[in-house]
């Protein structure tokens, strides 16, 4: 069988008396982009932090490729490039000084230093920066330089806490595209609590909230997970209330102002047929229909009860 490249198990961590975390498990055995999904204060820094070994977990394992991190957390490191929330950079070195540092961080050969920083600079687009101090670079190149030290040991597993929090959206872009090359060579984790971030940047989805696994699966996967339940439409007519709840299978009727409702089915996906239909046939002067997407609130609460 494959081993895992990461397994969490029945992880929990507490904060003096407060858990943030709760019997997470979850294993990822395949290469791509996982993006760990969930609200503020929902769990997401702590798993990845306990995951890299820079915090000591409460209850449960974490296994790096086989290799137990509590137990062999020097080894279990190797594997692992790590762009924590606040990047550990030095805004006094040049991006060439840092990564040299890095890179003695990392146990790498001197006689390899050299090669090992090229690299990880050319990979990150970085390479016309070598002789710039950190603090004079853009947020974005910054976090190309965090981006670089994490994978200057060339691990098979990065970290990336919230990499694109703070950036702007040109910046965003970049560093989206430099995180999907990285990918190409390795598994990547990032963190975030931006719904449309997970879906432009991942190929599966790990999703924590109040501390618990509440999703594991693919994007296309989660898209169809929740089914949207609503459908906005605007009725020149105007109809009562009372005439909009004979809507077959309709649960609810909100009037949303001027020309528009919202209608409640128990599963909308079905629904824009029966309601373009029974306006036309009463005469209500359809005039715009659509289902409604879920805002990630919601979906929280939906996957929270489930
Ligand atoms: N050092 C700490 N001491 C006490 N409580 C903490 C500490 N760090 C985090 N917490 C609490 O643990 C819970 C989980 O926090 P965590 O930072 O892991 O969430 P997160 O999903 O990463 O959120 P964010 O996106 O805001 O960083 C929160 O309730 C938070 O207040």
Excluded at 120 to 128: V, W
Excluded at 214 to 219: I, N, P, S, Y
Excluded at 259 to 274: C, G, I, S, V
Aim: aromatic share 6%.
């Amino acid at each position: 069988m494959e081993e895992a490249i990461v397994k969490v198990e029945h992880l929990s961590h507490r904060y003096s008396v407060q858990w943030a975390i709760r019997d997470i498990n979850f294993e990822i055995t395949k290469n791509g982009i996982y993006g760990l999904l969930g609200s503020n204060g929902a769990g997401k820094s702590t798993t990845m932090n306990i995951m890299c070994g820079v915090l000591k977990q409460t209850e449960g394992s974490i296994y790096i490729k086989g290799i137990n991190m509590r137990e062999h957390p020097i080894e279990a490191k190797r594997h692992i490039g790590f762009l924590p929330q606040h990047p550990p950079l030095h805004g006094d070195l040049t991006v060439e000084e840092y990564l040299k540092f890095c890179s003695s961080l990392r146990d790498i050969p001197d006689n390899k230093v050299k090669e090992a920083v090229g690299k990880a600079m050319e990979r990150c687009g970085i390479t016309h920066f070598r002789k710039r101090l950190i603090r004079n670079l853009s947020g974005g190149y910054q976090q190309r330089v965090g981006i670089a030290q994490a994978i200057i040991h060339e691990p098979a597993f990065v970290v990336l806490d919230e990499p694109t929090n703070g950036l702007d959206p040109n910046q965003i872009i970049e560093v989206r595209h430099l995180i999907k090359e990285i990918a190409q060579e390795r598994t990547v984790v990032l963190s975030t609590h931006i719904l449309s971030e997970v879906q432009a940047t991942c190929d599966y989805i790990r999703m924590i909230e109040q501390g618990k696994l509440v999703f594991a699966g693919t994007v296309s996967e989660f898209d169809n997970y929740i089914v949207p339940s609503t459908v906005v439409v605007s009725l020149i007519a105007h109809p009562t209330v009372e005439e909009l709840q004979t809507v077959p299978d309709v649960l609810k009727v909100e009037e949303l102002g001027g020309t528009n409702y919202r209608l409640h089915f128990p599963d909308a996906q079905d629904a824009l047929e029966k309601v373009a239909e029974i306006s036309a046939a009463r005469g209500w002067r359809l005039n715009g229909l659509s289902l409604e997407k879920s805002s990630l609130d919601a979906i929280f609460a939906e996957l929270s009860k489930k």
